[in-house]
C-alpha cells in the first residue's frame, strides 16, 4: 500500500493543501459573488483535498473530473447558487489555483536554486 510510513508528512501534505485550496477558493468566490464570508470558504478545501490520497490509484483524469464535480457540488451546496453560477465559480476556482501553484512553485524553484556563486 502506498500510504504507509510516517504519518506527519501525509498530514502536513493535505493540511497544506486543504488550507490552499480554502484561500483560492474564497479568493474565487469572493471575485464572483462579492462579499462572502470566509467560514464559508474553509468548507471548500478539505473534502478537495482528500482526493487525491483517498483516489490515487485511479485513473488521473477521472480523479480530475471527480475533484471537478465535487468543487462544482460543493459550491452550489455551500453558497447556495445555481448550478450555472456555481460552475462559473468552479472554473475561476480552478484557473486561480493554477496561477497560484505556478507561482508558489517557481518561487520554491527560484529559492532551491539559490544566488549564483561568486567566480
Known amino acids: 500500500m502506498a500510504l504507509l510510513g510516517d504519518l506527519t508528512p501525509l498530514v502536513g501534505t493535505y493540511l497544506l493543501l486543504a488550507g490552499f485550496l480554502s484561500v483560492t ?3 474565487a468566490a ?24 483517498l483516489l490515487q490509484q ?21 453558497f447556495r447558487l445555481k448550478w ?6 468552479t472554473f475561476i476556482h480552478v484557473v486561480v489555483t493554477m496561477l497560484g501553484g505556478i ?15 561568486p567566480q
Do not use: C, M, Q
Open 103 to 117: 507561482v508558489i512553485g517557481g518561487l520554491f524553484y527560484l529559492i532551491s536554486i539559490g544566488p549564483p556563486s
Open 25 to 27: 477558493g474564497f479568493i
Open 30 to 53: 469572493r471575485n464572483v459573488l462579492g462579499s462572502i464570508p470566509f467560514r464559508r470558504a474553509l468548507v471548500i478545501g478539505p473534502p478537495i483535498a482528500a482526493l487525491p490520497f
Open 84 to 89: 450555472r453560477t456555481a460552475g462559473f465559480v
Open 58 to 78: 485511479y485513473f488521473p483524469p477521472l480523479v480530475i473530473l471527480i475533484a471537478l464535480a465535487l468543487d462544482l457540488s460543493l459550491f452550489h451546496v455551500v
